[in-house]
């Protein structure tokens, strides 16, 4: 990509930015002399951490009563703290507070609140918008409050492949920070084959690429050009009514970042509901879907890029009418109701709905289902807006066409009657 040339405007920034670099020097030493030990911002891991809380009813094991259904948060727990008693899934007190759990269960078992799918994705692209690299790491990696550009996790395997994938969609400037040979000295011993498997899933589905940094003496703290000049600007704006933006400057470009994560969210919240009116949010049985939040993301990716679903494969279910025996239990399996028995006993699946899980085929006793991988052409929601779109402008187009038609044959006729005289 070529570079952009600098002008009046950049010199400008980089002229206040130097002063108030300069200025921040002087504030630290005063800071340093003046403030209350006490006072000071000290890093604690525990802040970035949090206990996920199981909800039973969504665990696709306990539903089917089949332990082998599905066992990837215990296989991911490095502790053995998860559970599954009957239909009782449960967090033992040994939890590390990891997050491993909540990534990898696909039908969102676990509830945690700081770094849910939507919350995790917010907090990475507020960085990403403003900076020229965004860095993600975990709670070992620092013996620091962390710099503005990096998002903290008690793991960087608590992102699920789901948010690497949109985040990658929408920015290509994403890196992981963590230093050589940590994560063999961690106790979180799981954690390293998880985000390399998920980050690389989402590296494929998406065709971009995470960078990686192991010296932290390479970490770029660059604010993005555009961000800056818009913070500028913004600032330069309003220094005549809102005395504030000089005592705090990002609000400006604060604001800026702000929206761009708040479309994002607008968009899944539209994509939802066109999808509820496409497909409905019930089955024949009256049983409320459930859209996760990963899946959320993925479509959204989609939405923004169609084309990515003709190479992203996912194993979808596929029934064999001639085995099924129409027993039901594949249906109970599913706790996101995606699968269902209509009126007449037949197996329906909605692709969209369907987490990839298996835990249908597992539970179906004669084999009439099989994980089959298929694109996720399906997960592309067609946009009612666009379409209304690309109708309006095609009747523009003609009206246009129209117009140049009759006013070519006007000319014409002024021409003859120019011939005649």
Same mark, same amino acid.
């Given at each position: ?238 220094? *005549?009514?809102? &005395? #504030? ?7 400006? +470009? $604060?604001? !800026? /970042? %702000?929206?761009?994560?708040? =479309? ?80 007449? *006993?037949?197996? &329906? #699946? ?7 899980? +298996? $835990?249908? !085929? /597992? %539970?179906?006793?004669?084999? =009439? ?53």
């Amino acid at each position: 990509m070529a570079q952009k040339k600098r002008d009046f405007l950049d010199e400008i920034i980089d002229l206040q930015s130097d002063w108030n670099a300069l200025s921040h020097k002087g504030d630290e030493l005063v800071e340093q002399f003046t403030a209350d030990p006490n006072d000071l911002p000290v890093f604690d891991p525990d802040d970035y951490r949090e206990r996920p809380r199981p909800n039973s009813t969504y665990c696709v094991s306990g539903a089917s009563k089949k332990p082998e259904a599905c066992n990837l948060c215990m296989a991911a727990c490095p502790v053995d703290a998860v559970t599954l008693n009957g239909a009782s899934l449960r967090v033992g007190d040994t939890c590390m507070r990891c997050g491993l759990c909540a990534a990898v269960c696909p039908t969102e078992a676990f509830q945690i609140r700081k770094n849910a799918p939507m919350a995790l994705y917010d907090k990475v692209a507020r960085v990403a918008t403003a900076y020229e690299q965004c860095y993600i790491t975990c709670v070992h990696a620092l013996d620091r409050m962390p710099q503005a550009n990096e998002v903290v996790l008690p793991c960087v395997g608590a992102v699920p492949r789901e948010v690497w994938f949109d985040l990658l969609c929408d920015y290509p400037n994403l890196s992981v920070y963590l230093p050589l040979g940590l994560c063999d000295e961690c106790g979180v011993s799981t954690g390293e084959e998880l985000f390399s498997n998920a980050i690389a899933e989402a590296e494929e589905w998406s065709g971009e690429s995470v960078g990686l940094e192991v010296d932290e003496a390479d970490l770029g703290r660059e604010q993005k050009r555009a961000y800056k000049r818009s913070q500028f600007v913004s600032g330069m704006t309003q220094a *005549g009514t809102r &005395l #504030v933006t000089r005592g705090n400057p990002a609000l400006a +470009g $604060a604001q !800026a /970042v %702000a929206n761009k994560v708040r =479309a994002h969210s607008n968009q899944i919240t539209e994509l939802q509901k066109t999808l509820e009116r496409a497909v409905g949010s019930q089955s024949s049985q009256s049983k409320r879907r459930m859209l996760t939040r990963k899946r959320r993301l993925v479509m959204a990716g989609l939405q923004k890029y169609p084309d990515l679903a003709e190479e992203m494969m996912l194993p979808f279910p596929q029934v064999d009418v001639q085995v099924c025996t129409m027993c039901g239990d594949c249906a109970k399996a599913c706790t996101v109701h995606a699968l269902e028995l209509d009126a007449n *006993g037949r197996v &329906l #699946v909605e692709p969209t709905y369907c987490v990839n899980c +298996g $835990a249908c !085929a /597992v %539970a179906c006793a004669e084999g =009439a289902i099989a994980m089959k991988a298929q694109n996720a052409e399906e997960l592309v929601v067609p946009d009612e807006k666009a379409k209304e779109r690309e109708r309006q402008r095609r009747r523009a187009k003609r009206l246009r066409e129209e117009g140049k038609k009759t006013l070519e044959k006007g000319l014409d006729l002024i021409e003859g009657l120019a011939d005649d005289e």
